[in-house]
């Protein structure tokens, strides 16, 4: 099994400004995953995140708004960047060991 | 391209009576299905998981679920619910094999349990 931490839990932030959530994991994984799950839809897979090379990320989704760093096995960050209320969504972080495990979400309102 | 389709977005049920939340899901290779629950506030929690064998797949909390290859479906049974299972319940698919990431997941059917 595995156990993810996701930092921070919620937050409001101002329209213009940048969020960075943190995921760590008590094990080593090779892949880690984020998710969007805007209000009322499910879960959208925003990129996956390979230690040691650049994140590879969905149809809809660009490296510009969502930066992403995994300096090691264990910790991955995802930032929203230049946030609009379009960006108020749970967001998650995933590791699939055997078998896909989330984090709680980092539920994001911007105002 | 894969896409999963859970045809309720709301089930309301009383207490001790059964439920089916129904799954069916388009992929043109082998797939591997999944039904996850989010209890309010919480992350995604597996229920279950169908990779290969045995079609009828048995989960946690009483949990059930059947793979029909045919129909093309990966509908979920409990034959009496609790209160407590009131949550939303996403049914999900991958083609990855032994890493079962990158999860394609439908749009959730949230179940209402009332006593």
């Known amino acids: 099994s595995a156990v993810i931490s996701q930092k921070p839990s919620r937050d409001i932030c101002q329209r213009g400004t940048s969020l960075t959530i943190q995921c760590q994991v008590d094990?080593?994984?090779?892949?880690m995953f984020w998710y969007r799950q805007q209000p009322g839809q499910s879960l959208t897979l925003i990129a996956t995140?390979?230690?040691?090379?650049?994140?590879?990320?969905e149809s809809g989704f660009v490296i510009d708004k969502f930066p992403i760093s995994r300096p090691n096995l264990t910790f991955s960050t995802l930032t929203v960047s230049n946030m609009s209320p379009e960006d108020s969504s749970i967001y998650l972080c995933?590791?699939?060991?055997?078998?896909?495990?989330f984090g709680q979400g980092t539920r994001l309102t911007v105002v | 391209a894969q896409s999963v389709t859970q045809l309720d977005s709301q089930v309301p049920v009383f207490e001790e009576a059964p439920v089916e939340l129904r799954c069916n899901y388009s992929?043109?290779?082998?797939?591997?299905l999944f039904w996850y629950v989010q209890y309010p506030n919480q992350g995604l929690q597996l229920l279950l998981k169908?990779?290969?064998?045995?079609?009828l797949v048995k989960g946690i909390n009483g949990f059930e679920a059947e793979f029909n290859k045919s129909q093309t479906s990966f509908h979920l049974r409990k034959p009496s619910v609790h209160i407590s299972d009131t949550a939303e319940y996403f049914c999900?698919?991958?083609?990855?094999?032994?890493?079962?990431?990158?999860?394609?997941f439908g749009k959730g059917t949230k179940l209402s349990v009332k006593p």
């Open positions: 995140a390979n230690q040691g090379s650049e994140a590879t990320y």
């Open positions: 999900a698919v991958s083609d990855y094999g032994g890493s079962q990431g990158n999860l394609i």
């Open positions: 094990s080593q994984v090779t892949m």
């Open positions: 995933s590791v699939a060991v055997t078998e896909a495990f």
């Open positions: 169908y990779l290969s064998g045995s079609t």
């Open positions: 992929s043109s290779v082998s797939v591997y």
